[in-house]
């Protein structure tokens, strides 16, 4: 959920923050890898949380 709550607030989509991966919550996650340069997975991830903290979104 805490990777759902930053993507929505830094507006990388119209996800529902509910704790499920979802393919909506997928898509965002590629959109933000992308933009950082992270491995494109789409899967929440360790690497994903720690970009969202170190960027202040979190």
């Not at 119209?14 to 909506?24: F, L, P, Q």
Request: proline share 3%; aromatic share 6%; no cysteine.
């Amino acid at each position: 959920m805490l990777i759902q709550k930053a993507l929505v607030g830094l507006a990388y989509g119209d996800i529902a923050v509910d704790g499920k991966a979802g393919a909506a919550t997928k898509a965002a996650i590629r959109s933000f890898e992308k933009a950082y340069r992270l491995p494109v997975t789409g899967e929440p991830s360790d690497a994903v949380l720690k970009k969202l903290k170190s960027i202040g979104a979190l």
